[in-house]
């Protein structure tokens, strides 16, 4: 199957509050799992991505998490702010194609 | 550096026509893909072309066509256009050159899309 999984579709957090998304995939075939940001009227763009055989990545205050026995990985955003608010897409790689989770729409407020 | 530029980023047609949009990768990228973004159906895969060859391909009818030219640019076509391919069409460039090479850098870097409305 190439289908990932994603969740929750939108998401309010408070200023300062942790965002956690979360995804699932079926194809142990992926090879590399990256999330995008998409901003209204933009393109998705790249904020961070992990490998299968790594259990976390941190880049300031985003980091993933990485189960793959569970085939599942999250997006967790520290001391989210206003800025943060946006829709979040996780995706999984295999080949040169990637397959998108359906998105997380998410709202920061002060 | 450039990012992907794509054109145009606006356009309406009418049902039975046909459409034509363009993508210039990042400079050095030689492999650009096309997704289809909706609000229902998300962010799907059209195609991908590598070194002017189609190298992978989505489940779309073959009215979704796509070319890539020498310079890298690519461009995909429509044709009988219909109400259901109103979407964001978007290009994504990268220097990813086969399943064994892995490395951040081969990520897709996305274009703002090119947004057609199907009237």
């Known amino acids: 199957q190439q289908q990932v999984k994603q969740s929750p579709q939108s998401l309010i957090v408070q200023k300062g509050g942790i965002s956690i998304i979360n995804c699932a995939y079926e194809?142990?075939?992926?090879?590399?799992f990256p999330w995008y940001q998409q901003f209204p009227g933009k393109g998705p763009a790249l904020l961070i991505a992990i490998r299968p055989d790594v259990s976390e990545k941190k880049e300031g205050r985003f980091t993933i998490s990485f189960n793959k026995s569970a085939k599942q990985f999250s997006l967790h955003i520290m001391d989210s702010q206003p800025g943060d608010s946006a829709t979040y897409f996780c995706?999984?790689?295999?080949?040169?194609?990637?397959?998108f989770g359906t998105g997380t729409r998410l709202q920061v407020t002060l | 550096k450039a990012g992907v530029t794509q054109t145009p980023r606006y356009l309406i047609k009418t049902r039975g026509q046909q459409v034509t949009l363009s993508c210039s990768p990042i400079s050095g990228h030689r492999s650009v893909s096309w997704y289809q973004q909706t609000p229902g159906q998300g962010l799907q895969f059209l195609f991908e072309y590598f070194s002017e060859t189609q190298r992978n391909k989505g489940n779309f009818p073959g009215r979704f066509s796509g070319r890539q030219f020498s310079n890298s640019r690519s461009e995909m076509n429509v044709s009988t256009l219909e109400l259901g391919d109103s979407a964001l069409y978007l290009c994504a460039s990268s220097s990813f050159r086969g399943q064994s090479e892995f490395s951040g850098a081969n990520v897709l870097t996305f274009g703002a899309g090119s947004r057609l409305t199907v009237l």
């Open positions: 194809n142990t075939a992926f090879d590399y």
């Open positions: 995706a999984a790689r295999w080949t040169s194609k990637l397959t």
